[in-house]
């Protein structure tokens, strides 16, 4: 049946097609590869990552797999285990055609952290962002339900205080303990956390209550293992919340770049201008333009 | 030839006799899982860990896996892989007999997220840690260079802004990658955040200062590859400053622990009480006291 066959023959070729492979970046410690290649001619950017072991897995992992010892010491035994491959899944991301940003966001960098005055935001980061225009396509996609619209764990269509709750990409969703989603507000003129005031207080808290209740119907997880936050600087600039489980380390959770959604409140709770005029710090990739207009503002 | 199999059939058997497993902790992030359980009626701990993706495997892995597309969105394609087993191995380490300190140390414990407003400082976690009253002996044999002398980096003699500045007992000095030092303030009556005052802000205007060019000056390492913070909850009751490296996942370096220095002096410049009144966010461990504090007071 080739119609059924159709989108796992396709999504074979593509690897089996992908060429020249370098490596951008890997990490030993969390079992990904960052990898650029082509396809057909055309740029693509390909993520391997090993999925987390799974408890209800276990049972059938320890019978079914065959182990070879390395070395035994007393009562330690270090062994390698081969597991069946549908116990033992890698996800891959796959994007293509790849455009040079792409390449570049995978691409190992070092951080530099810059310190941004709300004059800062205004004279160097506000018009790179805006020269950038960066394609938030795929972000209406998502809120017009053009794509994704499966992936959709709660919904608010509110206009002014809505969003759309959706697993992040980085989640396989098979277990809570890397949970990971993004609420995106329908909403669409505030960039980032320098564009909020405490006009948009009803949205952030909205975002936060009805988020929170949405992951503890939908996982079953409550408000005490959330972290939620948002970043500074965002990856894309549409006004987005991470929800990620508390104890799992996620990517981006760090200080430095990680505004808890109750601080945020907070802060502009006491002071609507907050986020105007506060100095803050973030990191920068080596590689970033955005460093590039710091450095010659004399600001690094 | 019995004697050649001999190793591997004994270590199949090992797992296959593996009964009642109970996950002891895991992480979904690093793709590693630490179980309890019996052989042979016996205890074991059993640690399984995915393997970092390697780069001369990339030709095979790519051409003799299978694909499975899970969903497509513009030009981002998600895939569930499934590789060969001989190139996705798990590292298996067994613990067999283990005693009952083994099984403790892999065990982990939950944390949840607390909410505390400067009320519940005041009678839930202030009575709380003065009733504990932990020996702060060990810091005050550093300060009184009675232990740990040879390891100081730097010191502020002043008994009122100054502080010693040492590497963190976990950074084995070998590199700078995962560099961190703590510094540790002379004066002996702020027990956290909570006792901040615009006072103290020349003595945390000292540290971030003299910090930093110490730092620089010993590890050539400038203030922009530092991420500089606070603990709140702090592990024990003496103002101490975290200095660790961009780019290095300390832990508790996320944005639920952390409050970089930069953001305490803005705090404190713009509200002189800002951590008397602020609302805190913080993790503790399932089996700390102070989490039955805040359950007995209906704060959970």
């Given at each position: 049946?080739?119609d059924?066959?159709?989108?796992?023959?396709?999504?074979?070729n593509i690897l089996?097609?992908?060429k020249?492979?370098?490596?951008l970046?890997?990490?030993?410690?969390?079992?990904?590869?960052?990898?650029?290649?082509?396809?057909?001619?055309?740029?693509a950017?390909?993520?391997?990552e090993?999925?987390?072991?799974?408890?209800?897995?276990l049972?059938?992992?320890f019978s079914?797999?065959?182990?070879?010892?390395?070395?035994?010491?007393?009562?330690?035994g270090?062994?390698r285990?081969?597991?069946?491959?549908?116990?033992?899944?890698?996800?891959?991301?796959?994007?293509?055609?790849?455009?040079?940003?792409?390449?570049?966001?995978y691409?190992?960098?070092?951080?530099?952290?810059?310190?941004?005055?709300?004059?800062?935001y205004?004279?160097?980061?506000?018009?790179?962002?805006?020269?950038?225009s960066l394609?938030?396509?795929?972000?209406?996609?998502?809120?017009?339900?053009?794509?994704?619209?499966d992936?959709v764990?709660?919904e608010?269509?509110d206009?002014?205080?809505g969003?759309v709750?959706l697993?992040?990409?980085?989640?396989?969703?098979?277990?809570?303990?890397?949970?990971?989603?993004?609420?995106?507000?329908?909403?669409r003129?505030?960039?980032?956390?320098r564009?909020?005031t405490?006009?948009?207080?009803?949205?952030?808290?909205n975002?936060?209550?009805?988020?929170?209740?949405?992951?503890?119907?939908?996982?079953n997880l409550?408000?005490?293992?959330?972290?939620v936050?948002?970043?500074?600087?965002?990856?894309?600039?549409?006004?987005?919340?991470?929800?990620t489980?508390?104890g799992?380390e996620?990517?981006g959770?760090?200080?430095?770049?990680?505004h808890?959604?109750?601080?945020?409140?907070q802060?502009l709770?006491a002071?609507?201008?907050?986020?105007?005029?506060r100095?803050?710090?973030?990191?920068?990739?080596?590689d970033?333009?955005l460093?590039?207009?710091?450095?010659?503002?004399?600001?690094?």
């Amino acid at each position: 049946p080739a119609d059924r066959d159709g989108p796992e023959s396709e999504s074979e070729n593509i690897l089996a097609g992908f060429k020249t492979p370098n490596v951008l970046s890997d990490s030993a410690r969390e079992k990904i590869i960052f990898i650029h290649g082509k396809i057909a001619d055309q740029d693509a950017v390909v993520i391997l990552e090993k999925t987390p072991i799974r408890e209800d897995t276990l049972p059938e992992l320890f019978s079914c797999s065959s182990l070879r010892l390395e070395t035994r010491n007393d009562i330690y035994g270090s062994y390698r285990l081969q597991a069946p491959p549908h116990l033992n899944e890698i996800k891959t991301t796959v994007i293509y055609p790849a455009t040079e940003k792409h390449v570049k966001k995978y691409q190992r960098q070092e951080n530099f952290l810059v310190e941004e005055t709300g004059e800062d935001y205004e004279s160097i980061t506000l018009p790179y962002i805006q020269q950038q225009s960066l394609s938030l396509q795929w972000v209406y996609n998502i809120l017009d339900k053009k794509a994704e619209a499966d992936r959709v764990v709660y919904e608010d269509p509110d206009p002014k205080l809505g969003f759309v709750l959706l697993p992040d990409l980085k989640w396989n969703q098979k277990q809570v303990d890397d949970l990971y989603l993004i609420a995106v507000a329908h909403q669409r003129d505030v960039r980032s956390l320098r564009d909020l005031t405490s006009e948009h207080l009803p949205l952030l808290q909205n975002i936060f209550q009805k988020g929170k209740e949405a992951i503890l119907q939908r996982y079953n997880l409550p408000s005490s293992k959330l972290r939620v936050y948002l970043h500074y600087q965002p990856s894309y600039y549409h006004l987005h919340v991470h929800f990620t489980k508390l104890g799992y380390e996620a990517p981006g959770c760090g200080v430095e770049r990680a505004h808890l959604l109750s601080d945020v409140i907070q802060n502009l709770q006491a002071n609507p201008q907050f986020y105007k005029t506060r100095t803050m710090y973030f990191p920068l990739r080596a590689d970033d333009g955005l460093l590039d207009r710091f450095r010659e503002a004399g600001r690094m």
